[in-house]
């Protein structure tokens, strides 16, 4: 068995150079506007560069972040309605007002899903009489008369099916594949049934999907008060009085498992470009599925039949005994529950807005800066808490740059992305649009969907980016207390945790999937950075989202009088979403690290190793596959800290002054993660191309290493010999593609002039 270190010389390189080099390169900036730099000291120039990084994030203003989070929560705004075509228009407006150089859209073709307004979707119950005894609700109960508006969108599963389905319940828990695998052992099936399942722990479609596979008819969803309203369920412990999610509260989404435009995957969906069939497109559900609240779930779980759940599959709906079923409670024989959805698909055209301040010295090196605007409801957390902190650090920005006294080094570029909760879609077909550019020239993606659930910081990370995130917070003033940092503040949190977390660093976990930066980290190689504020769970443990996810209770007054009174917190997330632009934007030489990105391949083989995958592979025939791409992936850890290391001579001995060699070593590390792609994408997701740091295929929300080990492996011991063996010829030939990754990304590192 092959056993890979962590070289001690890489744990100890660049730990104090990118504030360094962050600070000379907004001085360049900075100072070559004003004219004033060649009369200051060096001493001089470093103290005005701290004075100026500091001016920048004093300029976030609380005011203006509340007042573009009312203008973008005042009205429902779902993907291509006629709300978002006026927010549209007003964040390209305001770009140009701000002072951002040029200001343009990217419209393509979508295929979308609504529910029918005239014919609601809705769950029946009836008795044995076939008289109807309960009827579900498709719109939340009006808690405050301001939150009541007729557009607001009917609860619905976007693309999940229009159908009339009739049957028994299955209670599946959270749906996930070892919730069914649970139910087999129990000795219940699915077959013929219709599952209910409480939301959370996966993405929705996945639950749809898993469901479907194990022969369901329809899926039924709720949000369980044991994950949204953990003090109880009257009216004095949740919404309008607090952030948990009232009785009749229905989380909407998206069940398509894809990204992007459903009938052009892969290509952009230009005017004019090939548009497949429905029919032709997978991850798209086959059953009916229908969101609920808690409050119309306790209706059908209480007529439940059957042997009571295991003790973990409880939730904390009043007055239920949760039971498996199939069938109903002895006093409710004969009754049955119909499920009837009406969903409609339809063509709609939808905008990005990109927003370009140019770059002074490498005006084709871009660092980009993106949000969402559609929303399910008000989407006061989702996404507009993110757009309204992205819209005050493009004010910031923007105002220096029509002032005159500052440009970047490189261009930055906003980008408000379209009918993202569809499924990741503006982003995708931009991706897919500018594919070349971002591949050549895309430095790193700064995504913020969210901005603040609660206080505090949950971030991600490509690797190689983590020293951007901790040099941040290091600079940002903690909300709770101006005397400290927010690193300082977050450092003694972490301490606390159930699970102690002595290092920042890691907290940083690698990228899930779930917004807008899935498709440059996964599918183009642009490594990116993802944060929000989180729901304290010291305080309140166990949440795997936020209460009003989705909902109609997402509103502005949820997030004023409750969550972030006063925007501290938005401020925080706008300074370090502007601390980590300033910091890609300016510095001469990229703070790219490498040490973090061995660290986490590192985990990667631990992990692999702990769930004895070695030995699997080696009872399979793929064990000597598996110990060539080990010790590929040793000459790759050596190929960086070489790398590393004369990068650092070369900045030591001015070398890195001449701009061609900078811009050389400077393309070498920004492109590092191009060479991780496989242009066929992982096993059985060619749309997926990372293939080292990519979402897991059973859960889009989580991210993992070597995600193509894992596909290839899961469930291998279930299949017939015949397919058994064809099954580790794929693990052998994945083997091989990561074992020429790694020789190919060590010789991309190479600094001698060969090929």
């Known amino acids: 068995m092959t056993v890979l270190h962590l070289d001690k010389r890489l744990v100890a390189l660049f ?37 100026f990084v500091a001016s920048v994030l004093d300029a976030v203003d609380t005011e203006k972040i509340r007042n573009n989070l009312e203008i973008l929560s005042k009205e429902p705004h779902i993907a291509a309605s006629k709300r978002d075509s006026y927010l549209t228009q007003w964040v390209k407006d305001s770009w140009t007002q701000y002072g951002v150089d040029s200001v343009s859209l990217a419209t393509y073709d979508y295929l979308l899903s609504y529910p029918d307004a005239a014919n609601p979707n809705k769950i ?38 229009a159908g009339d389905v009739t049957g028994e319940l299955i209670y599946v828990n959270y749906g996930r594949i070892e919730d069914i695998q649970r139910l087999e052992k129990l000795g219940v099936s699915l077959k013929g049934k219709i599952a209910i399942s409480r939301y959370g722990k996966i993405f929705r479609g996945n639950r749809l999907s898993n469901c479907e596979d194990a022969g369901a008819i329809g899926v039924i969803m709720f949000s369980d ?42 290509w952009p969906s230009v005017p004019g ?61 004969g009754w049955k529950v119909r499920l009837v959805v ?66 970047p080094r490189r261009s930055i570029l906003f980008a ?56 941040a917070i290091k600079e940002v003033p903690y909300n709770g207390d101006p005397s400290k940092s927010y690193y300082e503040f977050f450092q003694e949190y972490l301490k606390n945790e159930a699970k102690p977390i002595y290092n920042v660093e890691d907290k940083i976990k690698i990228m899930g999937s779930g917004s807008d930066h899935a498709p440059f980290a996964f599918y183009a190689g642009v490594p990116a950075l993802k944060f929000d504020f989180e729901i304290d769970r010291q305080k309140y443990p166990g949440f795997s989202s936020y209460p009003m996810y989705h909902t109609g209770f997402e509103t502005f007054y949820l997030m004023d009088e409750i969550i972030d009174p006063g925007f501290a917190i938005h401020k925080t997330c706008s300074q370090i979403n502007s601390h980590m632009a300033l910091n890609l934007a300016e510095s001469p030489v990229l703070p790219f690290t490498t040490r973090h990105l061995i660290a986490e391949l590192q985990k990667g083989v631990d992990t692999l190793e702990k769930n004895n995958v070695s030995k699997t592979l080696k009872d399979n025939g793929a064990g000597e596959a598996y110990d060539r791409m080990l010790e590929s992936l040793e000459n790759f850890k050596t190929a960086t800290i070489k790398w590393t290391e004369v990068r650092d001579t070369m900045k030591a001995d001015g070398t890195l002054d001449n701009p061609l060699r900078l811009r050389e070593m400077n393309d070498q590390i920004m492109n590092l993660e191009r060479t991780f792609l496989l242009p066929q994408g992982l096993p059985g997701r060619p749309g997926i191309r990372n293939a080292l740091f990519s979402p897991a295929k059973f859960n889009a929300y989580g991210g993992a290493a070597f995600p193509g080990i894992s596909d290839l492996l899961f469930e291998w011991e279930k299949l017939e010999e015949k397919n058994r063996v064809l099954r580790f010829e794929e693990v052998k030939k994945h083997l091989s593609d990561l074992m020429i990754i790694f020789r190919q990304a060590a010789s991309w590192l190479s600094t001698e002039y060969d090929i």
């Open 15 to 51: 730990t104090g150079g990118a504030a360094v080099i962050f600070i000379l390169g907004i001085l360049i900036g900075y100072l070559g506007s004003s004219g004033e730099g060649d009369q200051l000291p060096r001493s001089a120039r470093a103290v005005r560069d701290k004075d």
């Open 124 to 161: 029946y119950l009836y008795d044995q009489d076939n008289v109807k005894q309960f009827e579900s609700k498709h719109q939340e109960d009006v808690l405050r008369p301001e939150d009541a508006h007729d557009n607001f969108i009917h609860a619905f599963n976007a693309y999940a099916p």
């Open 225 to 266: 008060p044991a994950d949204v309203a953990v003090n109880g369920v009257e009216p004095k412990d949740v919404y309008p009085n607090t952030f948990f999610l009232p009785p009749s509260g229905v989380q909407r989404g998206s069940t398509f498992i894809g990204s992007g435009d459903p009938l052009s995957p892969s």
């Open 273 to 333: 470009a090939y548009r497949q069939t429905y029919n032709q497109t997978e991850g798209l559900p086959r059953i009916p599925a229908q969101p609920i609240g808690y409050g119309d779930a306790q209706k059908l779980l209480q007529v439940m039949g059957g042997e009571n759940v295991p003790e973990d599959w409880k939730g904390k709906v009043p007055g239920v005994t949760y039971r498996l079923g199939p069938g109903f409670s002895e006093d409710h024989q």
């Open 342 to 407: 009406n969903n409609v698909l339809a063509e709609k055209e939808d905008s990005n807005v990109l927003g370009l301040i140019r770059g002074a010295e490498e005006p084709d090196r871009y660092v980009l800066i993106s949000n969402h605007r559609d929303a399910w409801g008000y989407g006061a957390i989702d996404p507009s808490s993110g757009t309204c902190a992205m819209m005050e650090v493009a004010r910031v920005l923007g105002n220096l740059v029509k002032s005159g006294k500052w440009r």
């Open 416 to 471: 408000s992305f379209s009918t993202e909760e569809y499924g990741l879609m503006g982003s995708n077909e931009w991706v897919y649009d500018k594919i070349h550019k971002l591949m050549s020239k895309a430095v790193a993606i700064i995504n913020v969907d969210i901005c603040v659930k609660g206080p505090i910081l949950d971030p991600e990370a490509s690797p190689i980016l983590k020293e951007v995130f901790i040099e």
